[in-house]
């Protein structure tokens, strides 16, 4: 995300790109970039009881009466929590405008494909770790529109993070 904010794309333009297999791959993604350590610190942070792996989870869990849970968090509060974005625009109808301009770059990209296919391998220049997430995208775009197992293509995602991890730390 960081990196399409600063190819100047805003990011209202940005949130309104992201669809539902979108978030799904962000959030995988997220996931994967946080360590059980982390958690287990932030839940330390918040004051949640450490449970020591050799003792009994049985005993340690705790049943909450629900009358708790209503004084807890207030009605109004809910409702003002559910309905902190509801002004945001969530979702719109494309004008012919709009329309018109996916399907020319779609068949502009199409035709930049096949005039890529006579390219030979010896020809096509490397890739930075820069540029190694945008062409991962392209991939997982493949994917998306060809296949539904996801599986190899996370762990080729988690072999270019962790290559990236260890460039930026060199």
């Known amino acids: 995300m960081l990196q399409v904010v600063n190819d100047g794309t805003s990011i209202i333009d940005y949130a309104k790109s992201i669809d539902i297999l979108k978030a799904l791959h962000m959030l995988k ?5 946080v ?17 020591d792996k050799i003792s009994n989870v049985n ?35 494309l ?17 930049g494909l096949e005039e890529e296919a006579g390219i030979s391998y010896e ?14 995208s392209m991939v997982r775009k493949y994917l998306e529109e060809n296949f539904t197992e996801y599986n190899s293509y996370y762990d ?7 290559n990236a991890l260890i460039n930026r730390t060199q």
């Open 95 to 111: 004008t012919d405008d709009e329309i018109s301009d996916s399907v020319k770059l779609y068949r502009q990209g199409i035709a």
């Open 59 to 93: 005993e340690m869990q705790m049943v909450l009466d629900v009358s708790e849970f209503y004084e807890a968090i207030q009605e109004e509060d809910f409702e003002a929590f559910v309905d902190c974005d509801k002004e945001a625009e969530c979702f719109g109808n």
């Open 123 to 136: 020809s096509i220049p490397g890739v930075s770790h820069k540029d190694a997430p945008m062409h991962l």
């Open 29 to 33: 993604r997220a996931w994967f970039l």
């Open 156 to 162: 080729i995602e988690e072999m270019i993070e962790k």
């Open 35 to 51: 360590s059980p350590a982390t958690i287990e610190n932030c839940f330390r942070k918040a004051g949640f009881p450490v449970i």
